[in-house]
């Protein structure tokens, strides 16, 4: 059974930083592209990033210069450090696995919340 779960969120400032962790069981980690994706109330699911089994990236716009997706294979995790965090990145994350870099796969975590304020 596969599972993803999320870690990491909580209650920045304003040019803050934090950094999510995605834990992953099974097998599908060293096979799939591993991406985090972002929710605000009454809002379509966004793409944030996403990395390949490789190590290339593909950040969305608003968030290009200030987030980093990495991961660990042999840990089965990947982890998604944002720096410089604005209000306007208020969201739940939600870690996802599948086959592509531009479209999500069938695998998600839960989410975790990620609120930025003063």
């Known amino acids: 059974q596969v599972q993803l779960v999320e870690s990491g969120g909580g209650l920045v400032q304003p040019g803050g930083s934090l950094r999510l962790s995605c834990a992953a069981s099974g097998s599908i980690f060293s096979k799939n592209v591993m991406a985090w994706y972002r929710q605000a109330p009454g809002k379509q699911r966004e793409l944030v990033a996403a990395?390949?089994?490789?190590?290339?990236?593909n950040y969305a716009d608003s968030v290009k210069g200030r987030f980093s997706i990495s991961r660990d294979n042999a840990q089965n995790t990947v982890y998604l450090q944002m720096n410089m965090l604005k209000p306007e990145d208020t969201n739940v994350y939600y870690c996802n696995a599948g086959s592509y870099m531009f479209s999500p796969g069938n695998y998600w975590g839960k989410g975790t919340l990620v609120t930025v304020s003063s």
């Open positions: 990395i390949t089994v490789g190590g290339i990236t």
